[in-house]
């Protein structure tokens, strides 16, 4: 634990790295062989994957993490290990036999075997999520890099190759088992630890006050996150689902760069310094300062060439994305501020303070889906992403209550970048203009030149939010 956080950090962001711009790659493939339907119906199962995956971790995972018990170690890790294997094979009976109201539901007979078939995700994936929180907490970045890219590598080499046989729907079904697969077997392989026939009711028990919490946390977070296309399945099209999907794959995959490091690195960074609530001010404002100049500029960047990177990469048939990208664009980049909070209330146990604040938060998002799907597809898009904007600043408001610090030394930070990707997007607009139709001149100026006049103007007015960044990114971990 003695590594440079900036160490850590790399490694992170590699593996994230490395596994945003394959799976964007593989993305694309499939994109252009598959068509928005054959998406939309994937995204559809996806969603009760998701929900199903948050009730078998439970906030067990979590707790693990968190816990500092040593004396109970091995026999809270065997716990949890079978408690997650039962709960899958559970959940996977659940969605078996519930699979043919769910077809019946959208009207898509095809979903009844292709939610069977998938949702063996969530029994093979019990069966590794031990070992994986272990290896989060050992903060092993270097070993989750190589499983990871392995297993994204493999699983669309194989989703690829099924999608040119001629499987359509089922070549991303595939994709997601063998990724799946693949993972859990690295985990085994890189960590020691193995589980044993033990069942202890007092381990449950005891973590039982903190997961509970943590467990309807990541419940509600998936149910109503996975909302939004469930309800444009139902409203819409199936379709419009695959164009919402597309879009908000596009959009998450700078999103999901930032989010998977801090996602896997905060929150065991938080839980060992919980106790250290200077050191927990001074990473937090840095963290989210970070996390926002850099997203920033890459969401900026796509919104604004929204329209070449879709008509060039996916072709055509994906234009109706193009709208649904640049809205999603101009309000995703908060999203890691409520990733940053989440994970430091949760390393400091506040996890009593995350609940209701996540409920409310959903209720919010529940009143904006409910506001938009009269008003359309992309005023449904339009309200959630203003949601997401009052979720965010929500998050820092409880955050700086509890680490007693003023709430202007978090916000005040955020205005420079702000400012900065003002201006640089109102340049590259007017050099759009002067591009128009030129899509692969506007891949290669428009890119420079907001790099130019965002990183300038921030070097100019930004310096020393940057000086301090760098320092505590220095520091030991």
Not at 41 to 66: R, W
Not at 188 to 206: G, K
Not at 232 to 240: E, M, Q, V
Request: glycine share 8%.
């Amino acid at each position: 634990m003695s590594s440079k956080i900036s160490v850590l950090f790399g490694w992170n962001f590699l593996e994230t790295l490395l596994a945003e711009v394959v799976t964007f790659i593989i993305g694309i493939i499939l994109a252009r062989i598959l068509g928005a339907e054959e998406y939309g119906l994937c995204g559809l199962l996806m969603i009760f994957i998701a929900i199903s995956q948050g009730i078998i971790d439970g906030g067990f995972g979590s707790a693990l993490i968190q816990s500092r018990a040593a004396e109970t170690e091995q026999r809270d890790r065997n716990t949890i290990f079978w408690f997650n294997v039962v709960v899958s094979v559970f959940c996977y009976l659940l969605l078996f036999f519930s699979s043919g109201w769910i077809a019946a539901f959208y009207r898509r007979p095809i979903l009844a075997p292709m939610l069977q078939t998938l949702a063996l995700l969530i029994v093979i994936n019990a069966l590794g999520l031990v070992q994986r929180n272990i290896l989060l907490r050992e903060l092993k970045m270097k070993e989750l890099t190589i499983i990871n890219f392995i297993g994204i590598f493999l699983s669309g080499v194989g989703g690829i190759a099924a999608a040119y046989g001629g499987m359509g729907a089922w070549s991303i079904i595939i994709s997601r088992l063998t990724r799946t697969a693949i993972l859990v077997a690295g985990f085994w392989f890189f960590s020691s630890w193995r589980p044993q026939w033990q069942f202890c009711r007092e381990s449950l028990v005891r973590m039982w006050h903190y997961a509970s919490r943590i467990f309807c946390i990541s419940f509600i977070e998936n149910v109503f996150n996975n909302l939004t296309p469930m309800v444009i399945g139902k409203s819409f099209s199936i379709a419009d689902v695959g164009f919402y999907n597309r879009a908000e794959s596009l959009q998450c995959v700078p999103r999901n760069l930032l989010q998977g490091i801090i996602s896997r690195f905060c929150f065991p960074f938080f839980a060992k310094y919980q106790q250290d609530s200077d050191k927990l001010k001074s990473y937090y404002i840095s963290f989210i300062w970070i996390s926002t100049v850099i997203l920033l500029l890459c969401l900026g960047g796509l919104a604004v060439l929204a329209e070449p990177v879709i008509v060039l990469l996916l072709t055509d048939k994906w234009a109706p994305c193009i709208p649904l990208l640049q809205i999603m664009c101009m309000f995703a980049w908060v999203m890691p501020i409520q990733t940053i909070s989440n994970s430091i209330l949760n390393g400091m146990g506040k996890v009593n303070a995350m609940l209701r604040l996540t409920f409310c938060q959903r209720c919010l998002l529940l009143f904006g889906i409910v506001c938009g799907v009269p008003l359309g597809l992309t005023m449904l898009v339009v309200l959630t992403g203003m949601v997401q904007v009052i979720n965010s600043m929500s998050c820092i408001v409880v955050v700086a209550h509890f680490l007693e610090v003023d709430l202007r030394e978090v916000l005040r930070p955020l205005c420079a970048p702000l400012l900065c990707i003002g201006t640089a997007w109102a340049v590259a607009e007017w050099a759009m203009i002067n591009m128009t139709g030129m899509h692969i001149l506007q891949m290669f100026v428009i890119p420079v030149l907001m790099s130019a006049v965002y990183c300038g103007g921030l070097l100019g007015i930004a310096r020393s939010n940057l000086r301090t960044a760098l320092i505590l990114l220095n520091a030991k971990a």
